[in-house]
């Protein structure tokens, strides 16, 4: 073994530092991991980007479509606040008067001599309904007797926003007891001409009724005032020989009696006036339209007084 070679392996025995070469060739090595372990880092980061991309669209995707929900929602409700309230004209007259006192005493001595004191309706609600009626038989013995029957009803209308206002409620009752009043049964030469000079609107039927008692002159005249309906009914009749009475006679006091009742209605509400708009319906016209009228119907003063007849 030569010197050199004996040199090179003690050096390597004893752990020489290795030569400049050397430590260049570790730098290598260290170099190549370095680069293999970046190479590995970018490439997860790679994979990861595209979920992290993905995230974030869904993110913004969600975010857009609340912003439009809310967008929608706000124009919906500014849409609804926007709507105006639907209302209606309030009803003139809050109140109708005890239908027993809306007649003096020198009328009520003409059109019902004999009669003591008047036989109140039953009412359900006051304020709205109301019916009052008077007897009287003028009995001469065997000369015969004179028969007279008079009722008044009154019936108030509220103002509803489903139904329309209390007047126009009111206006199409007078209609149908207007109605009722020509279509009795048995009922002869009848007559209907409007009263001139009574609230809104006012209408006289007047008929001949023939019953077993005698021959009865029948007097049905109905008015509105303003949200109020009056039907005033007043017949009367000749019995055991007796002389009927005239037509004409009873329809003149019954046109005075319904000027008083009108009259009373405007005072109980203090002359009465137009009403300001309402939004809201009352208590009294929650009751349905069909059932409010129908009932009043159902116990028309004109029938009750061709039944009394």
């Known amino acids: 073994m030569s010197e050199g070679t004996m040199q090179r392996a003690v050096k390597r025995d004893l752990g020489a530092p290795p030569t400049p070469f050397g430590q260049w060739g570790n730098d290598r090595r260290d170099q190549r991991e370095q680069r293999a372990r970046g190479l590995r880092r970018a490439v997860v980061c790679a994979a990861a980007v595209p979920v992290m991309?993905?995230?974030?669209?869904?993110?913004?995707?969600s975010g857009s479509g609340d912003k439009a929900a809310d967008d929608s929602s706000t124009k919906s409700s500014a849409s609804s606040s926007a709507s105006p309230?639907?209302?209606?004209?309030?009803a003139a007259y809050k109140s109708i008067p005890d239908a027993c006192k809306v007649l003096g005493k020198k009328t009520l001595e003409d059109l019902a001599p004999k009669a003591k004191s008047g036989k109140k309706g039953s009412s359900d609600d006051a304020s709205?309904?109301?019916?009052?009626?008077?007897?009287?038989?003028?009995?001469?013995?065997?000369?015969?007797?004179q028969f007279r029957w008079l009722n008044v009803s009154l019936l108030r209308f509220e103002s509803d926003v489903t139904r329309g206002s209390g007047e126009k409620l009111a206006q199409g009752y007078f209609e149908t007891q207007v109605q009722d009043a020509k279509s009795v049964s048995g009922a002869k030469s009848l007559k209907s001409e409007p009263v001139a000079g009574v609230g809104d609107q006012a209408t006289a039927v007047r008929y001949d009724l023939k019953k077993k008692e005698g021959s009865f002159k029948q007097e049905t005249v109905v008015a509105r005032v303003e949200n109020v309906v009056v039907t005033l009914d007043y017949?009367?009749?000749?019995l055991a020989g007796e002389k009927t009475p005239s037509a004409d006679t009873l329809n003149k006091l019954a046109q005075k009696a319904?000027?008083?009742?009108?009259?009373?209605?405007?005072?109980?509400?203090?002359?009465?006036?137009?009403?300001?708009?309402?939004?809201a319906p009352s208590k009294s016209a929650?009751?349905?339209?069909?059932?409010?009228?129908s009932k009043a119907a159902s116990s028309s003063p004109s029938k009750s007084a061709a039944k009394k007849s």
């Open 53 to 61: 991309l993905i995230a974030a669209g869904c993110s913004s995707d």
């Open 85 to 90: 309230s639907p209302t209606v004209q309030a």
């Open 128 to 145: 709205t309904r109301g019916s009052c009626s008077w007897s009287s038989l003028d009995n001469n013995g065997v000369k015969g007797s």
């Open 235 to 238: 017949n009367g009749a000749g």
């Open 258 to 279: 319904i000027k008083e009742v009108v009259a009373a209605v405007a005072e109980a509400n203090d002359g009465g006036g137009a009403g300001t708009p309402s939004s």
């Open 286 to 293: 929650s009751k349905s339209p069909s059932g409010s009228s």
